[in-house]
Structure formats: structure tokens, C-alpha cells
């Protein structure tokens, strides 16, 4: 019993109190998902998957640039920088025998002398390397330790975060932007260069572009400079003058501050003495060393008594050589600038000598122009400039400003950007006339309601007339409107028929005169010329072009072609196929008007007909009188001429053109031994010329 007892004791109680059955336990409650606290885990969550996947697609396309940069091939070619140096370049002409003509000789702005590695002493190249980046030779062309240090300090005084071969890459490119972008692709370009180069390569390189002052890139004309010695007879002292010089070459070189030139050459010996690579006597005596330096003489090109004045189709050549060769070659500028100044390159420019000097005697002389009636806010005589071109692109000759040109690469009003002018109504065959011909939508005796509209933004008449009036109210054929240059006529076919859209696609597309696509794009610029930037007379010239040749815009050219010292050729121009910009028959017809405003008497450009010569013109005048235009030509030449102030100043000329009287008087000179010509012939010769082309 005491057994059983036992037993059942053990045993647990699986009975409920009534009936014996097993009792049932309490079901726990499931916990509700917290609605907002939910949607805040899922919206973080996103985010980080988004990040993550972001991190990975932008990872990947760096790693990928990181490895072309520095892997694909030589991102910058030190052979080709080390063979333009201090090679002339020379620009040729041909003259009326065709035989070539030196116009110039092109040596550079820098004074640099290159020089090889090996002629270089030791203790020059020491004194850079100590100073600037003594890991040279044993990193890969970026110092990480340094680089690291500046990310994490910028005020970190390990000797800055460049080596000595990224300085020579920004030394070459000339990008000194101060951007994250622009250094984390220095550094996959001082990569490349370590892969692709030997140490010696790149320290000779740099030796040799350094800017050091006073006029001086490289070393051996800084030691000329400063010291008038040959590199070999540096001292130590004068070796860390030198090699002191690259933090500020315009503040640190002895010329401007000889006190804080000689605390950065003291600066440079401690390194050297530091590195190992002078003793203590070395060091001691080289800071006793009193530096003396030679008087100081301007040595650049562009500041010395006797330098070479270029004309300014010479150095209209010179910009559009470099343009050509970074369109041709990717060349950034200052790639392509060395090319031309230290290239070697033979140039031959496309200048008519003759015409050039008859043009350049009218503008220095003022010979042809009438008396000026105005002067700026600084005193000065109206400006101007004129451009002459052939019927296929080639500028025969032009002219950037008014008196002798005592200056090189100054304000060049015939071709800068920025010296672009208001057209007024000389804009008028390019924007509203021409195109409107050409798309069928007007012939020269259509009639037109010749009387000004009524803005809705205004509720008023515009736009007035020349004489000031809103127009007769009577209709008008579209060559008298043209030939009296009304302003209410092509403003009415501009709004009611031909439209602002296809104006300015035929103004930036078949005429290329570069208007704003968005200001410029209104009734006032296209109608009127009351553009937003303005154009230049190589622009117009180019573009009044295509009324003389049967329609077709030729690039405007000013050489034929650049080769190298071997003869090469490097550059071709001249010979691209032209765009056919409007039909043949609409240049034919604004040809008849555009000659009638030079031969009715209430034409414009009466009074400026060539003797023995058809003779085609538009003029212009921008508002309040600012600007006059004469844009035209004859047979042999077409013509875009500018008259008026750099700054916004009334001309008081009244009803009369300065700009017409130039022409007259430039072309009367020109045209005075030149055989008869017509339209037709030219037209006949272009197309000849094309066919030449195509067949080739």
C-alpha cells in the first residue's frame, strides 16, 4: 500500500476538479505590430537597401573609371610636351606670285630653355625633391601618407599633398581648380604617368616647366635669370633659392621679396640637411652664403622693348590653330597653346597681303572714315572692325580696332565673344526676309500691310519706323520694305507668317550667327536686331555670304593648313564641303533686293555702289543709335563692317552711316585693279568647287 502510495504521489495530477478531465491553459495573446513604429522600420529599411544598391552602381562606375584612367593607355604624353619646347613656330603667306611669305615668328611667352636629366646636378635635383616631396622616388606618383594626412588635417604640415608628379600634371594641363573632381583625377593621372614613365622622365619634366618667377619656367633659365650661370656652377645655396621659388613664384622670387626668398631656400637646406643629402658643414656654410642675384631684366616676349607686334589676322590665326588642334587632337588649351608657341609647326595662313594692308592703312590711319561726332564716357573715339572673306570661307582679311595696334592678344573686335554688337536692321535678310523666301511664304513682290501691331502685353503700336512713324498704313511690295529697311513690315511677316521658331533655327542652323536660343527667340531681336548679346562682322561677313554664292555657309577659315617641323601635316583647312543653307533661287532673289538698296535712291546703301562692280548691302542701326552696320560685297568679296563704341554711347550721326563710308572707301581702294566679275561666275566657281570635292 505505502508502494502505491508512493506511486500515485509521484505522479502528476492530470484531472481537473469536476469530472476528472485534463485542465486547459490559458492561450497567449499575439502582440499587434505597432503600426507607425512598422512603417518607420520599413522606410529605413529601403533607404538602406537603396544606399546600399547606390554605393554598389556608383562604386562600380568609379572603380571602372579608375582602372581606364590609370590602366588604358598614356593620359598624358611627356614626349610630345618635350618636343615642343623651344621650337619656332613660323607663319607663312602666300603673295600674288603664290610664293611663301614669313608673316611671324612665334616663340613663346615663357622663357624655357629644355634641358636633358643628366645635365641636371644632383644637388639640384635634391634640393626640389627634399623640399617638395621626399618619397619620390619610391612612391607610385602619389604619396598616400600625405595625401592621408591632408584628408584627415588640412592644415597638415607633411610638405602639402602633391608630389612632385602631380605638380608636373597640373604644371601641364594648366588645371589648378580647387575641387575634390579635379584631384581625385590628378591622382589617377599621376598613376598613369609612374606606369607609362621612368622616375627620371618625370622629375626632367618638371624641372623643365616649373614656373620659377620672374618670366622663368624650368631651371635653366631661372639659374640664366638670377644668377647668370650655367646649371653646373650652382651652389648649394643657390640650388635652394631656385627649388624655394615653386611655392609663390610671384611673392617668393628674389626680385619681389629677397627676405622671404632666402627664409625658403633656409627652409629647403634643413630638409636637404634632414634627408641626408648634405653634411653639416654643407648645411652650415650654405646658410652663410650670401645670394646674389643678377639685375633684374624683363625676359618674356610679351613684355620685352623689341617684341613682335602681330597684326590681327595673325593672331586670329593663332586662336583658331589652338581651337582646331583641341578639336582635332582633345588637347586641352594649354596643350594646344604650347603646341603652336614651342611646336615647331609651319603655319600658312590664308590672308590676301595686299587687301590686308589696304584695310589695316584705313584703320590705323582712319583714312576713310568720316569725322567722328561722339567720344565715350573715357574720352575715346568711336571703335570699329571689318571683315573681308571670299565666297567659300576664306577671310582675306581683318581688322579688330581703330588706330596703330600696340598690343598683342588684346581686344579683337572683328572676332571676340565678347565683342559681339547689336545688328538692328541688319539682321533683317537673315532672320525674317531669307527665310521667309525660302519657305515659300513671300516672293520680293509680295505686299505687305506696311503699318506697325498692336502688342497684347501693351496694348500699344509697335514697332516705329526709322523716321518714327507707325508705319502709312498702305501696302508695301517685300523688296521696298527691304530696300527702305521699314521696321513694320518684317515684323508683321515675322508674327503673322513666318514665325519666331523658324527664324531663329534659320539664324543659329543655316546662318550661324549664334543668337540665344531662349532671349533672342522674340519679335524685337529677330524683327528689329534688338538681340541680347549681339554679332561679330566675321559672323555676318560669313553669313551675307550665302547671298552671293547660290546659298551656301562655308566655315570661315584663316589658314590652309599647319604641318609639323617634318613636314606633316597636322591641320587642313579650306576644303570641307559647304551646308546649303537656303535654295539657290532665294539667294538669287535677296541678291536682286539687297542690290536694289544700293542702287534706288531710297535705298539705305545708296551711295556706296563699287564703281564697275554689282554691289549688294544691308545696313543697321542698333537703337539709340549705338551701333551701325554695313554688311555686303561685290563679286569678289563679301563684307561685314561695325562702327561704335565699346561702351553704349549715342553716335549723333543722324541719318548717316560711318560704317557705309568705311566700306566704300576699303573697297573703292581694293577693287581698284581687279577684273570684272559677276554673281554668275561666282556662283559657277562655287559649284565647280563642290563638285571637285565630291569627286575626290
Not at 566655315?555 to 601635316?569: C, F, L, W
Not at 561695325?642 to 566700306?663: C, E, V
Request: aromatic residues 10%; contains cysteine; glycine residues 8%.
Amino acid at each position: 500500500m505505502a508502494k502505491n502510495s508512493n506511486n500515485n504521489a509521484a505522479r502528476p495530477n492530470t484531472k481537473g476538479a469536476e469530472g476528472g478531465k485534463a485542465k486547459k491553459g490559458k492561450k497567449k495573446k499575439k502582440r499587434k505590430k505597432h503600426p507607425v513604429l512598422y512603417t518607420l522600420f520599413l522606410f529605413f529599411f529601403c533607404i538602406f537597401v537603396a544606399g546600399m544598391l547606390t554605393v554598389i552602381t556608383v562604386g562600380g562606375t568609379v572603380l571602372s573609371h579608375v582602372d581606364s584612367v590609370v590602366n588604358e593607355g598614356i593620359e598624358i604624353d611627356l614626349d610630345t610636351y618635350k618636343n615642343s619646347q623651344s621650337q619656332t613656330t613660323i607663319m607663312y603667306a602666300y603673295d600674288e606670285d603664290g610664293a611663301t611669305v614669313e608673316l611671324a615668328r612665334l616663340h613663346g611667352e615663357e622663357n624655357r630653355i629644355w634641358i636633358d636629366y643628366d645635365e641636371i646636378p644632383e644637388r639640384l635635383q635634391w634640393a626640389f625633391i627634399c623640399l617638395e616631396d621626399h618619397r619620390f622616388w619610391t612612391h607610385p606618383g602619389v604619396d598616400w601618407i600625405r595625401t592621408i594626412g591632408v584628408m584627415i588635417n588640412p592644415s597638415y604640415s607633411g610638405q602639402g599633398g602633391s608630389t612632385i608628379t602631380q605638380q608636373l600634371i597640373k604644371n601641364l594641363t594648366d588645371d589648378n581648380e580647387a575641387t575634390y573632381f579635379r584631384k581625385f583625377n590628378e591622382i589617377l593621372r599621376a598613376l598613369n604617368m609612374e606606369k607609362n614613365y621612368s622616375k627620371k622622365d618625370i622629375l626632367e619634366a618638371y624641372l623643365n616647366t616649373v614656373s620659377l618667377g620672374a618670366g622663368c619656367y624650368g631651371v635653366k633659365t631661372a639659374a640664366e635669370t638670377y644668377f647668370g650661370k650655367e646649371l653646373s656652377e650652382l651652389t648649394i645655396s643657390e640650388c635652394a633659392t631656385i627649388a624655394g621659388i615653386t611655392k609663390a613664384p610671384y611673392s617668393l622670387n628674389p626680385y619681389a621679396d629677397y627676405e622671404a626668398c632666402m627664409e625658403r631656400r633656409n627652409d629647403c637646406l634643413y630638409y636637404m640637411h634632414l634627408r641626408g643629402k648634405i653634411t653639416d658643414k654643407q648645411y652650415q656654410k650654405a646658410l652663410k652664403e650670401k645670394i646674389v642675384v643678377q639685375e633684374y631684366k624683363q625676359t618674356t616676349q610679351e613684355n620685352s622693348e623689341d617684341v613682335e607686334i602681330l597684326s590681327w589676322y595673325e593672331e586670329y590665326v593663332i586662336d583658331q590653330v589652338i581651337s582646331d588642334l583641341q578639336k582635332e587632337y582633345g588637347y586641352e588649351y594649354n596643350e594646344a597653346w604650347r603646341q603652336v608657341y614651342y611646336g615647331g609647326l609651319n603655319i600658312y595662313a590664308a590672308v590676301d597681303l595686299e587687301v590686308q594692308d589696304i584695310l589695316e592703312n584705313s584703320y590705323e590711319n582712319r583714312e576713310g572714315f568720316p569725322t567722328a561726332r561722339s567720344r565715350d564716357k573715357d574720352g575715346n573715339l568711336p571703335q570699329s572692325s571689318m571683315t573681308i572673306m571670299d565666297y567659300q570661307g576664306r577671310i582675306v582679311a581683318l581688322v579688330g580696332g581703330v588706330g596703330a595696334k600696340t598690343t598683342n592678344r588684346g581686344y579683337n573686335r572683328a572676332t571676340d565673344e565678347r565683342a559681339k554688337q547689336q545688328p538692328g536692321s541688319s539682321i533683317k535678310p537673315l532672320a525674317v526676309y531669307a527665310p521667309a523666301v525660302d519657305l515659300g511664304l513671300v516672293t520680293a513682290s509680295s505686299t505687305v500691310l506696311e503699318e506697325a501691331i498692336v502688342l497684347e502685353s501693351t496694348g500699344k503700336k509697335w514697332p516705329r519706323n526709322f523716321n518714327g512713324d507707325y508705319g502709312s498704313g498702305k501696302y508695301v511690295t517685300v523688296e521696298e520694305a527691304l530696300v527702305r529697311s521699314l521696321n513694320t513690315v518684317p515684323v508683321r511677316i515675322l508674327k503673322e507668317q513666318l514665325g519666331t521658331s523658324a527664324a531663329m533655327k534659320y539664324c543659329n542652323e543655316m546662318f550661324h550667327i549664334g543668337l540665344d536660343p531662349v532671349k533672342d527667340k522674340d519679335l524685337s531681336p529677330l524683327a528689329v536686331g534688338g538681340t541680347t548679346k549681339g554679332v561679330t562682322s566675321l559672323e555676318m561677313a560669313a553669313a551675307f555670304a550665302t547671298f552671293g554664292n547660290g546659298g551656301r555657309y562655308y566655315e570661315p577659315y584663316s589658314y590652309y593648313q599647319v604641318t609639323d617641323r617634318n613636314g606633316n601635316v597636322v591641320l587642313q583647312s579650306g576644303n570641307d564641303l559647304p551646308q546649303q543653307s537656303i535654295k539657290k533661287e532665294t539667294a538669287s532673289t535677296m541678291l536682286s533686293m539687297l542690290t536694289k538698296a544700293v542702287t534706288s535712291s531710297s535705298g539705305t546703301g545708296y551711295g556706296s555702289k563699287i564703281s564697275g562692280f554689282q554691289t549688294f548691302a544691308k545696313t543697321g542701326t542698333s537703337s539709340d543709335n549705338y551701333d551701325k552696320w554695313y554688311c555686303g560685297g561685290t563679286p569678289h568679296y563679301v563684307t561685314a563692317v561695325w562702327y561704335g563704341h565699346d561702351y553704349d554711347t549715342d553716335l549723333h550721326t543722324g541719318s548717316s552711316n560711318p560704317a557705309k563710308t568705311i566700306f566704300r572707301y576699303v573697297f573703292s581702294e581694293i577693287h581698284d585693279n581687279l577684273e570684272s566679275k559677276s554673281f554668275t561666275d561666282v556662283v559657277e566657281q562655287v559649284d565647280a568647287s563642290i563638285e571637285e570635292l565630291e569627286n575626290q
